[in-house]
C-alpha cells in the first residue's frame, strides 16, 4: 500500500508541522495559565467570585441537610467522622493543668509561685475537673444528659458535619446543693441550625448568619431560635429567636461558637464533607447499581 498524504491547495503534500514553543518565546494569551478563557480545558469553567458569607450562609441549609443524609445512610461517610471523633475527643477528653508559674512569679514578685507550686495547683485543678466533668447527676449539662467528654464529642460532631459547633454557657445557682450539683457552671449545646437571622432575614451589615457584629466585625451576639425549626409541636417559638450577648460585662463567656476560618470576614463555617458531597452520591448511586446488578 502506498504512503497517505495530505495536500494542500497547490497539489504539494503538506510538510510536518513543527510544534509552538509559545510557553518558550511569550505567545500565552495571558500571563498565567488559570486566567487563560479560549483553552479546552477553561473556557466554561467562570466561577463567581463570591464574599465570603454569601458563599456559605446562602446555601448553608441546603448544604447542611445533604451531609447529614450522608452520614446517616452512608457507611463510609459515618465511619469517616466516626474515625475523626475517636482520635480527636476518644473516650475521656481530660484537661493537663500546667500553670506559667515563671510568669506568674514575674507578675507578682511573689517567689512562692515554682514548680512545686505548679505541680501541687495542677493536681488540685484537676480534680475538681474530674468532679464536674464526670459527674454522675450530670449537673454539667443543662440538659443533664451527658459528661463534658460527651458533650466536646458531640460539639466536634456539629463542627465536622455542620460546620459550626455552638454552646451556651450558664450559671446555675438554682442547681447546687445536698444532693445536687457541686458547680454552678453548666453548659447547653445548641444544634447550628438554631443560629440563624431573626425573622429569616437576608444577611445585612451587622448580622450574618445569625451573628451579630460591631463595626469592627467582632461578634457582639447572637441570634439563637427558641426551638429548631423542624419542632413543629413547638409551635410560635420556632419563629420566635432569643438574643444572646457573647460575653458578660465582666468578660465571662456566655457564647462558645467555633469554626474554621478559611477566608477573613467569615462567620460560619463550612463541614469536612461538602467538597466531596456530588462525589459520595454518585459513589452510593454505583455501588448500590454494582449490588444490583450482581444479584441479579
Known sequence: MSEIRILGPNGQPLPPSRPKLSMLVGGSRVPYD????????????????????NEINIYRDRIVSRVRDLARNDGWASGAITRVLDNAIGANFRPIIKPDYRMLALMTGNKAFDATWADEYGKVVEAHWRSWANDPGRYCDVERKQTVSQMLRLGFRHKLLDGDALAVLQYRTDRLGSGKGRYATTIQIVDPDRLSNPQQNF??????????????????????????????????????????????????????HDYDHERGAQHRGNGILTPVVQRLKMLIKYDQSELEAAIL
Do not use: C
Request: charged share 25%.
Open 34 to 53: 488559570a486566567a487563560d478563557t479560549f483553552s479546552d480545558q477553561l473556557a466554561n469553567w467562570q466561577p463567581a467570585l463570591w464574599s465570603p458569607d
Open 203 to 256: 444577611d445585612m451589615p451587622h448580622i450574618r448568619g445569625g451573628v451579630e457584629i460591631d463595626d469592627d466585625g467582632a461578634p457582639t451576639f447572637y441570634h439563637i431560635r427558641e426551638a429548631h425549626i423542624g419542632d413543629w409541636w413547638s409551635g410560635a417559638k420556632t419563629m420566635t429567636w432569643e438574643r444572646i450577648p457573647r460575653e458578660t460585662a465582666w468578660g465571662r463567656p456566655h457564647v462558645v
